[in-house]
């Protein structure tokens, strides 16, 4: 696609447009400098060049990538109208976009009904997920895997809801047992469970909690931020076929957080939340006398946390899902290369002299550790570290890893041949979401074993 086309296309057609109104004076308060723009703007491209290249798939470090250029394209077009999709005055075109492509999560989500909008952020959409359910189960806690989003802890304080930490199991999953003994106290009004977790990418077996919090009388919420679109792979010979269980069983939860601006191909911030019952428009409910009067249908302001919110987000994420449908040969094919990728990489880790995988990846998130002699977490920990640092630091070479911390009962109930010196250590975590790590794999594997090798 060629981006500059586009984006000219769309800056022609926001003027033809604006010409379709009565001409008027531009304000001279408004005028800048051709030389000082020049100047100015050089700057700004200049100093956007410290940025590490999340473009580039040497770039496999944190869950970050630019978004598809049809978004870019999409995003720019309508930011020249900049609308406000709070109330349907503020973006009349734009909430129709929104409310189109958000039933389309909904329905990827399998939910038959659905309440739901887009969000600045999983952080604000996981905030209203846990709003609505401190509302429906007032009183009750909130129970959380240990390898939940951190969010949801901080969420929780800002409610003034009390939070239960739930232990995993040996791939980072939620450990259902030990959730039926937290079930069993009563004290529990939602579950929170986590489709692709930040540090591992494991996935919660939601099969199994979704029962469980029923026979207890639980809420079920599904923070599906990063692993949501996973969904298209559920039935995919890729997937695990508990993964797969979790992924279809999503459909029975009380409320979906998806993130468009991860899996979705979207720039930040472009989240959202679903509620399977749209009934739980009633906790939203207020007054604003000066704002909702275009329309007797409902605004989406009405059924939000948050008041302005960017109606371009809404065009790109529409625009990208007619030309990347939610299906598996569509957006599916994007997600389903870094999943080959993963699984591809997991393989040469375990044939590996110099690295050795932490855990087999169930989505597209691999977790290794440099070998060191001795097998010792003291020694792993710094290892990793160099690694990181001279793999982005080197010049003609770089790559650009991450690293996530696990304790040492974690690392050796996977890891028994490791001796557990220190209470944690950090070992190495790469996130495979752009498409292109598949073709460039091999030279990323290469790379790193050379860093490993040095490192150890």
């Not at 939203?284 to 329309?295: E, I, K, N, Q």
């Amino acid at each position: 696609m060629e981006l500059k086309r586009w984006l000219d296309r769309g800056v022609d057609a926001f003027e033809a447009w604006a010409r379709s109104y009565e001409e008027y004076a531009a304000h001279p308060a408004m005028a800048v400098g051709a030389e000082a723009c020049a100047a100015a703007f050089d700057e700004l491209t200049g100093r956007l060049h410290g940025s590490y290249p999340f473009f580039h798939p040497c770039y496999a470090g944190q869950m970050l990538k630019p978004p598809h250029p049809v978004a870019v394209a999409g995003y720019l077009a309508a930011m020249l109208v900049n609308s406000n999709n709070h109330a349907l005055d503020g973006g009349p075109a734009t909430s129709a976009m929104e409310e189109e492509a958000v039933g389309q999560l909904a329905a990827m989500a399998g939910l038959e009904t659905h309440l739901g909008h887009l969000t600045s952020s999983g952080t604000l959409a996981n905030l209203e997920a846990l709003f609505v359910a401190r509302e429906s189960r007032p009183g009750l806690s909130v129970a959380v895997s240990a390898e939940g989003h951190y969010t949801h802890a901080r969420m929780c304080h800002l409610l003034g809801v009390r939070v239960h930490t739930v232990p995993v199991d040996d791939r980072g999953r939620m450990d259902v047992p030990a959730l039926e003994r937290l079930l069993a106290t009563g004290d529990v009004g939602t579950v929170v469970a986590t489709t692709g977790t930040t540090a591992l990418g494991a996935v919660d077996p939601v099969h199994r909690i979704v029962p469980l919090a029923r026979q207890y009388g639980a809420r079920v919420h599904v923070d599906a931020a990063y692993g949501g679109f996973f969904a298209l792979l559920a039935d995919d010979p890729l997937t695990e076929e508990t993964t797969g269980q979790a992924l279809r069983a999503v459909a029975q939860s009380d409320s979906v957080v998806i993130d468009p601006h991860k899996h979705g191909l979207q720039p930040y911030g472009c989240g959202a939340v679903l509620f399977a019952d749209p009934a739980a428009a009633r906790f939203y409910r207020h007054d604003s006398p000066y704002t909702y009067f275009t329309s007797d249908r409902p605004h989406l302001g009405e059924i939000s946390l948050e008041c302005s919110r960017s109606g371009a987000a809404a065009a790109a994420l529409w625009l990208t899902l007619r030309l990347l449908p939610l299906t598996q040969q569509g957006l599916g094919a994007v997600l389903a290369a870094g999943r080959r990728a993963a699984v591809r990489w997991a393989g040469l880790l375990d044939g590996s002299p110099h690295l050795d995988l932490y855990q087999p990846p169930e989505l597209d998130i691999v977790t290794y550790y440099p070998r060191t002699e001795p097998a010792a977490l003291s020694r792993v920990d710094p290892a990793s570290h160099e690694v990181m640092r001279r793999g982005m630091e080197s010049k003609e070479h770089p790559v650009f890893l991450s690293v996530a911390r696990v304790d040492a009962q974690a690392f050796t109930g996977r890891h028994g041949d490791v001796l557990p010196d220190l209470d944690h250590a950090h070992i190495l975590r790469s996130v495979l979401m752009k498409p292109e790590s598949e073709p460039y794999l091999e030279r990323l594997h290469h790379r790193v074993e050379d860093l490993a090798r040095g490192a150890a």
